[in-house]
């Protein structure tokens, strides 16, 4: 079953990757080349991640294994955001200092989409939970936008959090995302 499945960002989506430039970008996919275009990467480790916490957390008894998610996302507008931060007091002075960093970003109320491929589980795992339905998925997405986020910053500041804008099955007239 395929799926179309869009977000609306709710705070600040930065890049976590340093650069020597002194910004931080977003992940992304190779690309830039030929008719290939570059993706904004889908940390498939992470997304699994919070898929089974938020599987966990709302008790769904669905299988991870059967949602399959695409390498990357189509890049979105990006601006650049300047972020202040105080460093954890450190001895002998324990003393915290303020610093910034410079970050590529998605702003808020934007929305970025994707297709999302839920399978059948392998012939082996018939014992396994079944996969999750559309409102399963629905469900599980809005917690981690809720409670997680896409920012590896996320988690403890806040950013990168967002909630469903939009899911849908996927036919055989349906634009490409």
């Not at 294994?65 to 507008?77: D, K, Y």
């Amino acid at each position: 079953m395929l799926y179309n499945i869009k977000f609306r960002i709710t705070s600040k989506f930065l890049g976590s990757k340093n650069t020597n430039q002194g910004i931080w970008r977003f992940r992304t996919t190779p690309g830039n080349t030929g008719d290939r275009e570059s993706l904004l990467l889908i940390e498939q480790e992470v997304w699994r991640w919070a898929m089974l916490d938020a599987i966990e957390s709302l008790n769904l008894g669905v299988d991870v294994n059967t949602i399959h998610l695409p390498p990357g996302i189509r890049m979105p507008t990006l601006f650049l955001f300047e972020r202040k931060y105080r460093t954890r007091p450190r001895p002998p002075l324990n003393q915290s200092k303020e610093k910034t960093s410079k970050h590529e970003m998605i702003r808020e109320n934007s929305i970025l989409g994707f297709r999302i491929n839920i399978s059948s589980p392998r012939p082996s795992d018939r014992e396994t939970a079944p996969p999750p339905t559309m409102g399963d998925l629905e469900k599980i997405y809005n917690h981690i936008g809720e409670y997680i986020g896409l920012s590896p910053f996320g988690n403890q500041f806040g950013y990168g959090r967002f909630h469903v804008h939009s899911l849908s099955r996927v036919t055989n007239d349906a634009p490409d995302l």
